[in-house]
Structure formats: C-alpha cells, structure tokens
C-alpha cells in the first residue's frame, strides 16, 4: 500500500507539477529521497543516481567528475519519474529540500570551473534548484551552485574531460578580462588584462557562456578569437589541450605539469611527467620564486606572471629544498 501511495505521488507529480507550485517539488524529492544523510542522491534517467559528494560513494561508480564531485550510480530503486533536466525557459526557480522551498534566482552564473553559481536568498545545503515543472536547474552545494549545463553534459559525455586554452577570466560588466594565462601551455599568446572580443566568430559578453565554450569543446579542437590589448585588436588561433584543474581540484596552472595540490598545499597527485622534479606525495608548498604563498590563489597569480621557470621551495618533514620547474 505505501509503495502504491509513492507511485501515485510521483505520477500526480510528473503530470501536473507544472500547476502545483514548488511545494510539489519538495514532495517528489521526499518521495524519491533524493537528499538522504545531507547527501544529493538523485534519481535521473535510465535508471541511475547523481551523487554530489567529496567521499568515494560506497556503491558501483559508473561514472565520475573529480572536478565537479559528481557521481553516477546504480539506482537500485528504479524510479518511474527521475529528475529530468530542465532545456525550456525559466519563469523561476526554488532551491528545494526535504523541508523548505526557497525561491529566487541566479544571480550570478557559474564561470567554469572556479566560480560556481550564486543565487538571490540565502540557500539551505544540501537542496536541489528546480523550476516550477520539478525539472533540473541545478544542485546546491557548500560551495555554490553547479549548474544544469555542467550536469546534462556529465550525465551525456562517455568519459569526463575538459578542454582548456590557459587562460582564466572574468566579467567587468559587460567585457570579459583575462585573469591570468598559464605559461606552461606551449604557444599560449594571451596575456593578463587581454579583453576578449569573439570566440569562433561570435561576440563574447560573459564568461560564463565563454568559459562552457571552451571547457566543453573537443580537446584538441582549434578556435579562433579575437582580443583588444591595449588599443590594440588581434587575432589568435588556438588548439585546446586537455584541462587539469579547477573545481574541486587545485588550480595552479603547475597541475598542467603533473603536479596537484590540497588545501593545505600539500601534494596530493604527481603524474609520471613531473616525476623527473623527485618529489613526494605529503611534500607542502612554501615559497613561489622568493614569494611566501598561503593559498592556491598566490601560487596561480605568480605563476601566471612568470615568463620562463619558476622556482618552488618544498617541505618534506624536517628539511627544504628547491624545485625549479618550467
């Protein structure tokens, strides 16, 4: 009987949630338990879960996003009516949990990787953004909102990657800026302070649009842009390369070499081609050339005014050494 009970809510649900108002929504993620334990579970399309979580889910991964901490699962339950991803206009949105229904809206998009959404009011994590249809606008998170373009392209894509051409940007009012450009990528042309005009022949007004263009495009994949520097206008032609940090990954453009870091600047990852520099998984970060760095923010901001090498002073228990790494 209870089970007939659910599957008639979530039938109601899906054919007239539209009508019914965001309380509805918060019934359906009640019904499918799509938050449990402070956790995002949802219930999507042919028969699997989407996981946001910082811990390795204890269930058979199919599929993974370190960058984003997004997780596919099996859905044991089978639910009839998953959360679908909403491709219509949005005449508003609410931030749903299994308690409160907060609405709003974005009020400022995610750029990439490294700046997730933000929204009107003051949100209650875990929660889900839905419109008013119950349909995806995005998953609530302690660090901001992920939004629906990132999920659609994880739950679509075979195997998660992401392009890159070096550079990092952001919106002053309507210009895109670069922030900061990674010397380490072969022929990378742009410098900090470069404003970004087209990409591909369209005219670029936001980062968020230009950052998914860039991210979400083949690697390897050539693009043309044009850029004002100074009172300049110029013409560079790019191939992206493959993307190595950014989200919930250290973002220092020295991952482009091999090598990553945790919030305490400890390394965490080296890749086989930063094995020639002989570190060490545990070795912490101190001093970028002859500055003293304290977050992943300094590292990116002296690497990224480096023209040639870069110096690294490491600790590893009771001594220090240098790296120089180019």
Known sequence: ???????????????????????????????????????????????????????IPNAKIIKHDPFLSLYLIEDKNKFKYPFRINNNLTLGTAAVNRKMVTE?????????????ATYSEP?????????????????????????????????????????????????????????????????????????????????????????????????????????????????VNVKSQKRYGGGYLSDTFLEFLGISFDKNLCTVKIEKKAQHYKLKIGDQLLQVNTTKIRNEQDILEIVANTQKSVKLLFQREEFQFFVTVN
Request: proline share 2%.
């Open 123 to 235: 949100l209650s994590i875990p929660s889900i953004l839905v419109n008013s249809c119950c349909t995806l606008e995005g998953l609530v998170t302690p660090d901001g909102i992920i939004e629906k373009e990132f999920i659609e392209r994880f739950l679509k894509i075979k195997e998660v990657s992401y392009s890159d051409i070096g550079i990092r940007v952001h919106n002053v009012k309507k210009a895109v800026i670069v922030d900061s450009s990674n010397p380490f990528m072969k022929n990378n042309q742009f410098k900090k302070d470069d404003r970004i005009l087209e990409f591909d022949g369209k005219n670029v007004i936001d980062s968020a649009t230009l950052m998914r263009n860039i991210l979400f495009s083949d690697i390897g994949s050539t693009h043309k842009l044009k850029i004002k520097r100074g009172k300049k206008i110029l013409t």
């Open 1 to 55: 009987m209870f089970r007939l009970f659910i599957a008639l809510n979530l039938l109601f649900l899906n054919l007239f949630a539209c009508d019914g108002g965001f309380d509805f929504c918060k019934l359906k993620v009640n019904d499918t338990n799509a938050i449990k334990n402070q956790q995002l579970q949802i219930p999507v399309e042919k028969n699997k879960l989407l996981i946001f979580s910082k811990k």
């Open 104 to 116: 709003g809206k974005i009020l400022k998009h995610q750029i990439g990787l490294n700046s997730f």
